[in-house]
């Protein structure tokens, strides 16, 4: 069972340049999550998904994009990165039952922008 | 908001019973509550979830009182594997309120041998 598998695991970047992270989780979740977490801080929301064709903002949202065109995946964005943006992403995913869901999480991808 | 404190870090030694309490003073009466760990290089995993009173895993125990205004993690006889960061999550699982996604910076558990 793989669960939820980030990638890339690690990516450098410049200033200015663009590039895509992939989740894929095969358990078939309705929602999906990506998170940042920076060093020695908790990890902070940046966009969700309910279901397949929908995203919403999260906490931290400004310079990133996501979209869900298969229920399996989600993308994110980064269209002209920052140094700001340097830090780990991690995506999660849950099912939407009447109970809280936990989270699945992956392994992260760790972004460098220079 | 839904906010939730816990203690920024603790320290124990292997063979103690170490509890970790985190307050949610505006928890609604939908949410439950859960704990996740997470140690480095790695996304937090779930460890044990409750709604009132006590739930008891292989892992973990979760005392939640009367008000559900706080809860205890509550983990026996702790290794050198149980370092790691904790954190506590209040939320009803519809997820349409981001509030209740989010986490706190976690209470990071160093243990000695």
Redesign the interface.
């Known amino acids: 069972n793989a669960g939820?598998t980030q990638t890339p695991k690690f990516r450098v970047l410049k200033t200015g340049q663009s590039m895509t992270l992939l989740c894929a989780q095969d358990m078939n979740h309705e929602?999906m999550?990506w998170?940042r977490q920076d060093p020695?801080?908790?990890?902070?929301?940046i966009h969700?998904s309910?279901g397949e064709g929908t995203t919403?903002?999260?906490?931290v949202p400004d310079g990133y994009n996501v979209s869900r065109l298969k229920k399996q995946n989600f993308l994110l964005g980064l269209e002209s990165a920052a140094p700001s943006q340097t830090s780990v992403y991690?995506c999660?995913s849950?099912?939407?039952?009447?109970?809280?869901?936990?989270?699945?999480?992956?392994?992260?991808t760790r972004l460098t922008v220079t | 908001l839904a906010k939730t404190t816990q203690p920024i870090s603790m320290d124990s030694y292997e063979g103690q019973e170490v509890n970790i309490t985190c307050s949610h003073n505006n928890i609604a009466t939908n949410d439950y509550i859960t704990w996740y760990q997470q140690f480095p290089s790695q996304g937090p995993r779930f460890i044990i979830q409750g709604y009132k009173t006590k739930v008891t895993n292989e892992v973990a125990s979760l005392f939640i009182p009367a008000d559900r205004k706080s809860s205890t993690l509550s983990l026996p006889r702790v290794s050198l594997s149980d370092t790691a960061v904790y954190y506590c999550l209040v939320g009803d699982g519809r997820s349409y309120n981001t509030d209740k996604l989010i986490f706190g910076t976690g209470t990071r558990l160093q243990v000695f041998p």
Do not use: C, D, I, Q
């Open positions: 939820v929602y999550y998170y020695g801080m908790g990890l902070r929301l969700y309910v919403a903002k999260g906490e991690f999660a849950s099912y939407p039952s009447g109970t809280n869901s936990p989270l699945h999480f992956g392994n992260g």
